[in-house]
């Protein structure tokens, strides 16, 4: 049992916080370990057994797991623990290389290499607090985070002495910070976003308990201005906090900036009351580089953008940036005397490992390389497209983007067999800068042989896409 451990209130022994006379310090609880649950065994309507681990919500494919077991006395002896422990990670080594080889449904750039930062791998670098006020801990990266937060703050436009932000977590904490910013900014704002925004910006709404108005969407994935318009109209009494989506996750599509100000001003939203978040994690790095793509910059009135850092740039964890103006940041922050800092961040501890990737891959590709990338990345794309439609499958490609949308994969095994991301009808690939022509032409080729299994008794059809990527777009029996 592991009842052994006493709880001490200041009650004991009836005296003010005294402790009992056998009190040892360094005395341990002497089996640290619960009991393992077993799940009780299901026995179904059709009679077979099944575990107790049903599927929940979608499938559940977590069949195996590397079990954590205790040492044996003797195993610093024989080295048998260390042998074991080096062959489990050698063999998740290689189906990770496996499973790299075989990824195109999610927008992570997998190439790079980063073997040169190998070295730091021993050290817990941690940035926690605010990047721009030192901290008392001293086994931080700030100065390589406000490098590359510099660098982003010049590619959107706004000022050093002008701006705020750090180094994220994840695309998702941008889209949390941004829009709480907004909401401190208008505690009784409403949060307007189209129905293609990421679910992290109405979980933002949920864990801030906002009013979340949802605008409709084209059929590109565009937010619809004309919705917008009528919705802002009737909630004129509220200020607007506004998600934009520079890159939809499931089509990539890019919502128009100047589209959405023309909106806020032709329903008589003044520029102080209203808050824009352009959530950019997706191509938020990309559509600098597009000529033809609507501008993010701080020189419109826009409040924060947000970018995931491993997605097209490529970073072994996950990571982040978030660029606010510094005006708004007063609004938000607490001072923190534990820290010497104050506390503008979502997060206390921040990953001080992943701004020197960051900086580490700014550096070694510049703006120059970065758009060479989107370049290769475009066209890969559109090659991709154009042999989807030559083949006669429904496909959607967004001029500003990478990302190509088809009809779901009729078998299963394929779509986790290439990591697809799927909803609903639609499956998409991703072209970022690790999908080469070659990869391509492997994934056709298999899609191409299993679609002539699946349909070729004529029994199934794939299925009509006209709702979800247009007529013009769609392949099916009635509208090829
Ligand atoms: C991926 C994505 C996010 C979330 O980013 P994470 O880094 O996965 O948290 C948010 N918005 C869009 C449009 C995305 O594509």
Known sequence: ???????????????????????????????????????????????????????????????????????????????????????????????????TKHHVGYPYNLDFDYGALGLLQHFSINNLGDPFIESNYGVHSRQFEVGVLDWFARLWELEKNEYWGYITN????????????????????????????????FKAARMYRMECIKVDALVSGEIDCTDLKAKLFSNKDKPAIINLNIGTTVKGAVDDVDMVLKTLEETGFTQDRFYIHCDGALFGLMMPFVKRAPKVTFKKPIGSVSVSGHKFVGCPMPCGVQITRLK???????????????????????????PIFLWYTLNRKGYRGFRKEVQKCLLNAHYLKDRLRAAGISVMLNELSSTVVFDRPLDEEFVRRWQLACQGNMAHVIVMPNITIEKLDYFLDELFQKRSIWYQDGKSQPPCMAADIGEENCCCALHK
């Open 170 to 201: 994840c695309g998702t904490e941008g889209n949390l910070h941004g829009i709480l910013v907004g909401r401190e900014e208008f505690p009784d704002g409403i949060l307007y976003a189209s129905r293609e925004s990421h679910y992290s910006v």
């Open 1 to 99: 049992m592991v009842g052994s451990v006493e709880v001490f209130s200041s009650e004991v022994n009836g005296k003010n916080g005294s402790l009992p006379e056998d009190f040892d310090p360094t005395a341990v609880v002497s089996e640290p370990l619960p009991p393992v649950v077993e799940n009780e065994a299901i026995v179904s309507g059709n009679g077979i057994e099944k575990k107790g681990r049903e599927v929940v919500l979608g499938r559940n494919v977590h069949t195996m797991c590397h079990e954590v077991t205790e040492p044996d006395m003797d195993d610093d002896i024989t080295g048998e623990r260390e042998a074991y422990m080096a062959s489990v990670l050698s063999r998740y080594r290689k189906s990770l290389i496996e499973r």
């Open 328 to 354: 708004h940041i007063n609004v938000l922050s607490r001072n923190v005397e534990y820290l010497a800092s104050r506390d503008a961040t979502i997060m206390g501890s921040r990953n001080g490992h992943a």
